[in-house]
């Protein structure tokens, strides 16, 4: 994995590396129930085999303590990981809840934002052109004093699939 991508997450979120076979015992241990998510997208790897439910309604959603989504891009220098906003819902469940956990390829790790957005035009060609940038949760010094959580969520891992 990029250590880069480790380093400038580091005091914004937990970054957890982990393989397919070992993906429910390392997200077990980043979440707090109870737990909603969104399908993942990558083989070998599923939410049906941890206490996160994939089936939801919107008062589930909003008294679940963790959201889980898959990200798409994971960028290096910033720490940052790219949301779709979909009709699975991805960028509702990462915004929602007071913890996000993030589930990301490495191989999806680009070192900087031009990298990313070239991974990313596929994409955009195809439609969809609306990501949310998540780097740790959300902040504001708007009032003078820099306050985190206030929108979002207080807290984020990142679980990064070492085999993808």
């Given at each position: 994995?990029?250590?880069?991508?480790?380093?400038?997450?580091?005091?914004?979120?937990?970054?957890?590396?982990?393989?397919?076979?070992?993906?429910?015992?390392?997200?077990?241990?980043?979440?707090?129930?109870?737990?909603?998510?969104?399908?993942?997208?990558?083989?070998?790897?599923?939410?049906?085999?941890?206490?996160?439910?994939?089936?939801?309604?919107?008062?589930?959603?909003?008294?679940?303590?963790?959201?889980?989504?898959?990200?798409?891009?994971?960028?290096?220098?910033?720490?940052?990981?790219?949301?779709?906003?979909?009709?699975?819902?991805?960028?509702?469940?990462?915004?929602?809840?007071?913890?996000?956990?993030?589930?990301?390829?490495?191989?999806?790790?680009?070192?900087?934002?031009?990298?990313?957005?070239?991974?990313?035009?596929?994409?955009?060609?195809?439609?969809?052109?609306?990501?949310v940038l998540a780097t740790g949760p959300s902040a504001t010094a708007d009032m003078g004093t820099l306050i985190q959580g206030v929108?979002?969520?207080?807290?984020?891992?990142?679980?990064?699939?070492?085999?993808?």
């Amino acid at each position: 994995m990029s250590s880069t991508f480790t380093e400038s997450a580091a005091g914004a979120a937990t970054v957890h590396e982990t393989t397919a076979e070992e993906f429910a015992d390392t997200l077990e241990s980043a979440i707090e129930t109870p737990a909603v998510g969104t399908p993942l997208p990558f083989e070998g790897v599923s939410l049906s085999e941890t206490a996160v439910e994939t089936e939801f309604t919107p008062s589930e959603l909003q008294w679940a303590a963790t959201g889980v989504t898959p990200a798409r891009v994971g960028i290096g220098e910033y720490g940052t990981v790219t949301l779709p906003s979909d009709d699975a819902g991805t960028e509702l469940v990462s915004l929602y809840t007071p913890t996000h956990a993030a589930v990301l390829a490495e191989s999806a790790i680009e070192p900087d934002m031009k990298a990313a957005y070239e991974r990313l035009s596929e994409d955009f060609a195809e439609g969809t052109d609306t990501q949310v940038l998540a780097t740790g949760p959300s902040a504001t010094a708007d009032m003078g004093t820099l306050i985190q959580g206030v929108h979002g969520p207080h807290e984020v891992h990142i679980i990064v699939l070492e085999d993808r």
